[in-house]
């Protein structure tokens, strides 16, 4: 079946740590996103990117990474600098990123948590 | 600046009655709206869109969508509400021109939707 696997599904981090949050798709999508969901402010455009080597920020990039290195894969490193990084994080794929109509496809999501 | 807004953190409502969660936007041009449904600790799942056409659109599990320019709304609606539709639901819009908003979605934050038996 094709999808977008994200792994892990929960993640402890220690404050100070880096991680990285694993995003692979097997869709032929060639627009990857990361977003940041927290209680009541819905979803946060964290980064995307249109094609493999290319990525933009969001409206909240700071503290994060991202490479775009495959076209399957797009990970997200969430680093030190990051203040609040304790949230549920989804990666969505879809098909052309310049098309309105085109439908987002997600992942089950990474639930981080800073201990 | 592109926005959307959901007014109701919660819709109650009880199995069989209608259902109605709202939305209402405020972006430039002829956006392109969507609604879809979150289950808990899960991703994000599409119900419906709108393009052009037919104001009323219809999508998975017997939901629907008006669509109103006047208003600036795109309320989802179903005539029969399920306990299993109980789930966090999200209203999004695509702004149709070049620029700073290419290729994005604006989500709102969400109204949870509790069915009860």
């Known amino acids: 079946d094709g999808g977008i696997t994200q792994s892990p599904k929960y993640l402890f981090r220690k404050e100070g740590q880096n991680v990285t949050l694993s995003c692979e798709q097997n869709?032929?999508?060639?627009?990857m996103y990361w977003y940041r969901q927290d209680p009541g402010q819905g979803l946060r455009l964290i980064y995307y990117?249109?094609?493999?080597?290319?990525?933009q920020k969001g409206d909240i990039a700071e503290g994060y990474s991202v490479s775009r290195e495959k076209k399957e894969s797009f990970p997200l490193t969430v680093t030190s600098a990051q203040k609040n990084p304790t949230a549920f994080y989804l990666c969505a794929s879809s098909i052309a990123h310049f098309s309105g109509a085109n439908v987002l496809t997600f992942g089950a999501g990474s639930r981080l948590t800073v201990l | 600046a592109q926005s959307v807004a959901q007014p109701e953190d919660q819709v109650n409502v009880a199995e069989g009655n209608p259902l109605t969660v709202k939305c209402t936007y405020s972006?430039?041009?002829?956006?392109?709206l969507f609604w879809y449904v979150q289950y808990p600790n899960r991703g994000l799942q599409f119900l419906l869109k709108?393009?052009?056409?037919?104001?009323l659109v219809k999508g998975s599990y017997g939901f629907e969508a008006e669509f109103n320019k006047s208003q600036t709304s795109f309320h989802l609606k179903k005539p029969s509400a399920l306990v299993s539709d109980s789930a966090l639901y999200f209203c999004a819009v695509f702004p149709p021109r070049r620029g700073s908003t290419l290729g994005r979605l604006y989500f709102g934050r969400g109204t949870q939707l509790t069915v009860w038996p």
């Open positions: 972006v430039s041009g002829n956006p392109y």
């Open positions: 869709l032929n999508h060639d627009a």
């Open positions: 709108y393009i052009t056409g037919d104001n």
């Open positions: 990117s249109q094609i493999v080597n290319d990525f």
